[in-house]
Structures are given as C-alpha cells and as structure tokens.
C-alpha cells in the first residue's frame, strides 16, 4: 500500500502481518504493532530519541555473552520477566504461587548431588545452610522423583559464571525428590547481590535513580513429567532490599524462614560456629515439563570482575499520569507497602504471612 499519512502506516504493517498462517504469531505480531504505533505517537517520539533506542537495544545484543545474558537482565528490570511469570502460574494468575523469573544465571548441567550432600565445591566465605525443599502437588501430596536445580551467589556476590576464582558449578547442584517429595542440601547462607551496571540495564537503573541491589535468594528449578516445570526463588527474610529488589521478584510467598541457630548441635560434626537452616515447599501444577533454554553456556576466564553499587536516590519529583507535577514522598511510599494490606492481596495458599512458608 501507498502511505498517505502517518495513520495509514499502522494499517499498512497490521495488512501485511495478516498474512502470517501461524494465527498466534499474527495474534503477538499485530498487537506488538498496534501498541508501538500507540506508543510512539503518544510520546511524540523524536528522531533523535527513535535513533538513541536503536542504539540501545543494539548495545543489549553487543552486551550479552555466553557468560552473561543483557536481555534477561533488562526484562527483569522492566518487571516484564515477574509479570510474565505471575500470568502464567498460579492457575494462570488467579491464585498465589510459589513459582518466581528464571533470571539470567541459571545452567545447564549441574552436578548431580546425593540428597544432603554439599554445593560448595571450593572455599567459599560464610555460615553454613542447612535446607530441606518439599515438593508438592497443589493437593498437597509428595512429587517424588522430580529433578531439582538449585543455584545462587556467593557471598561476595557473585555467580560462579561470572566469577573466574570459584570453581566450575560452584553453588550449583542437581537433586532428586525422595519418596516425601523432599531434596536436601548443605550450602552457604546466601547474601544479596548487585546486578552488572556495566551496560544498558546499568544506564536504566541510573537514569532513573535506582538500586541495583537483589535482596539474598536461593534459585530453584523443579522438572517432573506431569508437571509445569516449577521455576523459583526463595528469599531471605532478613534482607534490607526486599522491597527495592533491582529485579521486581520478590513476592510474599516466596520470603523464607530463614533460621539462625546460635546453640545447639549443627546437622554436620565441622560446624562451630552460627549456621542456619531453611525449610520450603513448593506447590507445584500440572502441565508439560519443559526445560527453559539456559540463558547462558559458560564460565567467565580472567579477572573477577568489579561490580559498581548503585545507590537508590530518595525523595525526587515525579510527574503522575495526568501530567502535573507532584511530590513523591519516598518514607510515605514505603510506610504504605509496609502496611499489611498494602502487600499482595491475601491468599489462602502456600504462605499466609511473610516468611511463614513450612512443609
Ligand atoms: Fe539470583
């Protein structure tokens, strides 16, 4: 078609997506146009800015590697990975789940791990963890047999992909549910992290005053055939940054009871010291077991990298929707999210209250 005006340019593009025979990629396709046409007009976009995004989502792609992935970073902090997620477990957003984003470090092949055994794998600073995973089925019966990836940060703060002076698969595991549906392991108890600033995530996150802070996490990742794989991660529930997380994942049902044991005989003879326990079930739904495709391959060679820690800026002037200008008291915000009420609403499934979740 000939383009008269710049209304004729969406029905041009929507005419020729119409050809698509795939009707789900016509579906995405023409509703992808229909909201970016909406969009740029909305915004005025100017040409300067039109060439700035190109530049932008070009320097996402220069950024990733096979040891870091940019896209999934960015999606994480656009909210688009959690949103992604809550649409499409807990009986398709209806109910709470304890199902979280991938994130952009998981793995293929971790090392298969004897329930109880360890997932440190070279000296790695502080206090032991002691964890026991329940998996479940949403009746509340065992899933025995399902296959468990489990993965997090050393306390340095650093994935062992990204970080040459830890061992290949250090923090990383593979289990097997036992008959009780239960997996079981040794590890450190895991400490919040700052996500890489060093590309485009780094340029949003300080163009718009933020952290880059993930508050302390353990990842897991549950495979049974019969079952939607279960993709989660379990948060510390004495972590600062729980409600500021750089990559909007934190929901109530996934705040662990994180336990602190100052006396009394640690579950291995080596422990001396202050060691903590956690214990979790997850409920997990019918459906097709899939493995997602591993954001990244490889190990980082080299230098351990330095990772800069951005500073949340408080208080500041926002413009609201319908375009004034009004003052955004940060301590009244976060005074409001502390409120009972002003949290997710309140669900009668897995976990009630913050980090009450028990098997
Ligand atoms: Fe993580």
Not at 131 to 156: C, F, M, Q, Y
Not at 220 to 225: E, N, Q, T
Request: aromatic letters at 6%; a neutral charge.
């Amino acid at each position: 078609m000939i383009i008269r005006t710049q209304e004729d340019v969406t029905q041009a593009v929507l005419s020729e997506i119409a050809r698509a025979p795939d009707p789900r990629f016509r579906e995405i396709m023409s509703s992808l146009v229909r909201h970016l046409h909406a969009f740029v007009r909305e915004v005025k976009l100017t040409e300067a800015e039109f060439q700035a995004a190109a530049n932008y989502i070009v320097a996402i792609g220069q950024k990733s590697n096979e040891t870091h992935n940019e896209a999934v970073l960015m999606a994480g902090a656009l909210g688009v990975s959690t949103l992604v997620c809550l649409l499409n477990n807990g009986n398709t957003g209806a109910t709470e789940t304890t199902a979280n984003l991938l994130g952009p470090f998981w793995r293929a092949d971790s090392p298969r791990t004897p329930n109880g055994g360890s997932i440190v794998r070279s000296p790695t600073p502080g206090e032991p963890i002691f964890v026991n995973a329940w998996i479940k089925d949403l009746e509340g019966r065992p899933v025995a047999g399902a296959e468990v990836d489990v993965w997090h940060s050393s306390t340095e703060g650093y994935y062992e992909n990204q970080d040459p002076v830890q061992a290949d698969m250090n923090l990383r595991g593979k289990f097997t549910s036992d008959a009780d549906g239960r997996i079981a392991f040794r590890s450190i108890k895991p400490a919040g992290y700052p996500i890489p600033v060093d590309g485009p995530v780094g340029d949003l996150l300080r163009a718009q005053g933020r952290a880059n802070m993930r508050p302390a996490h353990l990842h897991f990742l549950i495979y049974k055939p019969g079952f939607k794989t279960h993709i989660s991660q379990v948060y510390t529930d004495d972590d600062p940054d729980l409600e500021t997380d750089s990559q909007f994942g934190v929901t109530r049902a996934l705040i662990g009871h994180y336990v602190r044991h100052d006396n009394g005989p640690a579950p291995a003879p080596d422990v001396t010291g202050p060691w903590y326990s956690l214990d979790y079930t997850f409920r997990i739904e019918p459906g097709i077991a899939k493995w997602p495709r591993p954001p990244i391959t490889g190990k980082a060679r080299g230098e351990r990298p330095a990772i800069e820690r951005l500073k949340r800026r408080e208080g500041g002037d926002a413009k609201d929707l319908q375009g004034g200008q009004r003052r955004i008291d940060d301590d009244a915000v976060r005074r409001r999210a502390r409120r009972p009420d002003a949290r997710l609403p309140a669900q009668s499934g897995v976990a009630g209250q913050r980090g009450q979740n028990r098997p």
